[in-house]
């Protein structure tokens, strides 16, 4: 089956620690994305890569940091800097930045921060 | 001022009814509109895709764009309870590394 994946689907750690959230494709998708979703504000961007080795900051990229070492993953880091850790984490892939401009995203992890 | 604006809901109709969805947004470059559908605790899955002014047809499912107005609009028809979810309209401009810009979602519930 193709898709995304996002593990884990729950996630809840200590204020202070960091704590890594994985996002797989096996799509063959160029393009990833990561969003945050909270209630009432919709989805925000944080970081993107368009390409393997090469990423971008999103909207609200303070207190994260991402990777893109190979076409299929996209881990995103939420750091102890990042002051309102507790959201729910949403990736997104597309085809190719030239090929249309829908994104289809993963099932989402919710992380809290206690 | 949000550069996308989206009631948030709930909206309610009963099942069978013709549901209509809308946004705004101010900015005038946007070129690609999109609706996404929601279930709660889910990621968002996209229902329908429009380039420009015009409309577009999938099924029960028709996307309305209007540039001179900057309104987009969804409508459901013969809705389903399977049709309660939260709906997200998003949209780019062109040249932006597809950037995508999100309503804040309407939270629809069909009822029996």
């Known amino acids: 089956d193709g898709g995304i994946t996002q593990s884990p689907k729950y996630l809840f750690r200590k204020e202070g620690q960091n704590v890594t959230l994985s996002c797989e494709q096996n799509l063959n998708h160029d393009a990833m994305y990561w969003y945050r979703q909270d209630p009432g504000q919709g989805l925000r961007l944080i970081y993107y890569?368009?390409?393997?080795?090469?990423?971008q900051k999103g909207d609200i990229a303070e207190g994260y940091s991402v990777s893109r070492e190979k076409k299929e993953s996209f881990p995103l880091t939420v750091t102890s800097a990042q002051k309102n850790p507790t959201a729910f984490y949403l990736c997104?892939?597309?085809?190719?930045?030239?090929?249309?401009?829908?994104?289809?995203f993963g099932p989402g992890t919710r992380l809290t921060v206690t | 001022q949000k550069e996308v604006e989206q009631d948030p809901g709930p909206l309610s109709v009963p099942e069978g009814a013709i549901v209509s969805l809308n946004c705004t947004y101010s900015n005038s470059a946007f070129q690609y509109f999109m609706w996404y559908r929601q279930y709660s605790r889910k990621g968002p899955e996209l229902l329908m895709y429009?380039?420009?002014?015009g409309n577009k047809e999938d099924g029960r499912f028709t996307a309305q764009v209007d540039k001179s107005s900057k309104y987009i609009s969804l409508f459901i028809r013969d809705s389903q309870p399977s049709d309660s979810a939260t709906y997200l309209c998003a949209m780019s401009e062109t040249g932006t590394a597809s950037k995508l810009t999100f309503g804040t979602g309407t939270r629809l519930q069909v009822t029996l």
């Open positions: 890569s368009q390409i393997v080795n090469d990423f």
């Open positions: 429009t380039y420009s002014s």
């Open positions: 997104a892939s597309k085809p190719s930045d030239r090929l249309g401009y829908e994104q289809y």
